[in-house]
């Protein structure tokens, strides 16, 4: 099943299924060259997609993220929340990905919509207070 063209024989061109698949089963770094040959199919799958456009840039950025590509995933989902400034869900995985590139700034700024929109969501919380002992902790080096 780690063979070169696996994921064109066996999964549909759902990119939200490849995602899972991806997740789910090729997650190991001895199955990188499956990951990628599923990620970019579900990035065409993606990009060809009838849906809604935040929609699609918060997958191409989930995509990305998986392929290790975080500031083209930032970049995607920074277009999702600029076309549903509301999206709660898609503004949390902006501020994972910005967290993890040290943005801290940035990631608070989603962190706290989070939170705000749904106070009693832990996940939510709970990222937020990672990045305030982040910025607090890098606040002492300067």
Same mark, same amino acid.
Request: with cysteine; proline share 5%.
């Given at each position: ?67 290790? *590509?975080? !500031?083209? %995933?930032? $970049?995607?989902?920074?277009?999702? #929340?600029?076309? +549903? =400034?509301? @999206?709660?869900?898609? &503004? ?10 040290? *943005?801290? !700034?940035? %990631?608070? $700024?989603?962190?706290?919509?989070? #939170?705000?929109? +749904? =106070?009693? @969501?832990?996940?939510? &919380? ?17």
């Amino acid at each position: 099943i780690r063979e070169p063209g696996v994921a064109e024989k066996l999964f549909p061109e759902s990119p939200a299924l490849l995602l899972r698949v991806c997740k789910k089963h090729f997650a190991a770094s001895d199955a990188a060259a499956v990951r990628a040959e599923i990620l970019a199919r579900a990035e065409t799958a993606a990009a060809q997609l009838e849906a809604p456009e935040g929609e699609r840039r918060a997958l191409l950025g989930e995509i990305a993220a998986l392929d290790t *590509r975080s !500031d083209a %995933a930032i $970049e995607r989902f920074q277009e999702a #929340v600029a076309l +549903s =400034p509301l @999206n709660a869900p898609w &503004r949390f995985r902006l501020a994972e990905l910005l967290f993890s590139r040290g *943005r801290y !700034d940035e %990631a608070h $700024e989603h962190a706290r919509f989070c #939170v705000r929109s +749904s =106070p009693k @969501n832990r996940g939510y &919380r709970a990222l937020l207070e990672k990045i305030v002992q982040a910025r607090l902790t890098a606040g002492k080096g300067r």
